[in-house]
């Protein structure tokens, strides 16, 4: 094999070293953007719009002078919908249709029950009143991000959808416009970068201030999302795409080493790594590579990733694979296997679950229906999808009648009491019989 990846095995003794070794990524923590970012936020607070016009000049080489020149209209999006191709608005309607009929069936309901003596409890599930959403702009296209953002939102009941993407020397993306005018966005303004997290976490005269900030960006991006969060929610912060694939051997190697190669085209701290226990199959799946790599237009972007963070990996079952697979808690991972649903009974962590030899990740990453904002670098430990429950706050519901009340009462006023918090019990007190 020509193309340099890594070959680890189970059985290895310093195999868990290895591992983690393999695994080990922290994004690299630059004071001087952490300063410069805290400087723009600062000056956003400060100086509201004039402060976001200057930056979008600076940055995106723009020439506004007034801050209604910031905000894309909903005629805009009506129009980039009305102007696309027919297979792309197809494609988009397509994938837009079955994200949202996968977020209808996560909404979350209010609930209630009433005690015996009239005492009730419950839940109250209420959306957010406004949320933004952050799309990377210029050359790069990402509707599908759009999509996946927005359509949890409007499912959730957000009341208002606010977008910011920026457009580099005005060049304004057709088909993220579209995406938006679909996905129901209620308004977009042509900005980015930090002070468009500042701007939606703070607001400004034009730019209304949000409770949750979503959706991806570069590094001044999620550096701005983390300085933020407390005076706003955030959904996470990312780290670089990741695939781990388990196959029992079966599959056609080529479509195993393009699905490796999926991921690993992101950028080259991508993550794509493949579990098996045949040795002879991880053989072929080296030599599909080896030949696939050259006809691929990222070729330089899959080596590199490849080379510095990939991995074929030999463990002694399916069973020890997932086991390892929980160790790494991917992003996406892969069941390529003769039984994915039993196989699936031993994975605990993931964020994206393909089951099944023609269940290919790059479907989840558009139109199969969940969401494809997925926790990264081990967090699918403790973090989910993203969901309309991201977009959905749950208060307690309690009403207590004079019965209850006296019978509470009693227990809280013990407890309280001994936590020698007076007011408390003596509250509680008032109430008894």
Same mark, same amino acid.
């Given at each position: ?46 100086? %509201? *719009? ?15 002078? #007034? ?37 209808? /069936?996560?909404?979350? &309901? ?21 949320? %933004? ?12 991000? @759009? ?7 409007? @499912? ?55 409770? /949750? ?12 999302? /983390? +300085? ?15 695939? +781990?694939?388990?196959?029992? %051997?079966?599959?056609? $190697? ?11 085209? #992101? *950028? &080259? ?30 070729? *330089? ?28 808690? $991917? ?14 009974? =031993? ?24 969401? #494809? ?11 989910? $999808? ?17 019965? %209850? ?18 007011? =408390? ?9």
């Amino acid at each position: 094999m020509t193309q340099p990846i890594t070959r680890l095995n189970s059985a290895d003794s310093n195999f868990p070293a290895q591992l983690q070794k393999l695994l080990a990524w922290e994004e690299s923590s630059d004071q001087e953007i952490h300063q410069r970012v805290l400087d723009i936020i600062s000056n956003v607070r400060e100086k %509201g *719009d004039q402060a976001v016009i200057d930056y979008t000049n600076q940055f995106d080489q723009c020439n506004i002078s #007034h801050a209604n020149e910031l905000e894309i209209t909903q005629e805009a999006l009506k129009s980039a919908w009305d102007n696309l191709p027919q297979d792309k608005a197809s494609a988009l309607k397509i994938a837009a249709d079955r994200v949202r009929a996968y977020a209808d /069936k996560q909404k979350m &309901e209010s609930w209630q029950y009433t005690e015996d003596d009239g005492t009730m409890l419950g839940q109250k599930i209420t959306p957010l009143d406004r949320a %933004g959403l952050y799309v990377p702009g210029g050359k790069a296209a990402y509707p599908s991000s @759009v999509l996946m953002n927005a359509i949890p939102a409007k @499912v959730a009941g957000v009341r208002e959808l606010i977008m910011v993407v920026p457009t580099p020397k005005g060049i304004v993306n057709e088909l993220v416009l579209a995406a938006a005018y679909l996905a129901g966005v209620d308004r977009v303004f042509a900005i980015g970068g930090a002070q468009a997290v500042a701007a939606l976490a703070y607001g400004t005269e034009t730019i209304p201030a949000v409770e /949750k900030i979503v959706g991806p960006g570069n590094i001044y991006v999620a550096t701005a999302k /983390k +300085l933020v969060f407390g005076q706003v929610g955030i959904d996470m912060i990312a780290g670089p795409s990741e695939i +781990l694939i388990i196959c029992d %051997g079966k599959t056609n $190697p080529d479509w195993i080493a393009m699905d490796l190669f999926s991921q690993a085209e #992101h *950028d &080259e701290d991508a993550q794509a790594i493949l579990l098996s226990d045949d040795a002879d199959f991880l053989e072929a799946v080296a030599n599909s590579i080896d030949k696939l790599l050259p006809e691929m237009e990222r070729a *330089d972007i899959i080596k590199a990733s490849l080379s510095a963070r990939g991995a074929l990996i030999q463990v002694k079952s399916l069973e020890e694979a997932a086991e390892v697979s929980n160790t790494i808690a $991917p992003e996406h991972l892969e069941l390529s296997v003769e039984d994915p649903a039993a196989l699936c009974e =031993h994975i605990r962590n993931a964020g994206a679950i393909f089951m099944g030899r023609y269940t290919a990740e790059a479907l989840g990453d558009y139109c199969a229906g969940p969401n #494809h904002v997925l926790p990264t670098s081990g967090t699918a430990r403790f973090s989910s $999808p993203l969901g309309v429950y991201d977009f959905q706050k749950r208060s307690s519901l309690i009403f207590c009648s004079a019965e %209850g009340a006296n019978t509470l009462g009693k227990t809280a006023s013990i407890l309280a009491r001994g936590e020698s918090l007076t007011a =408390h019990a003596r509250s509680a007190e008032f109430r008894l019989k």
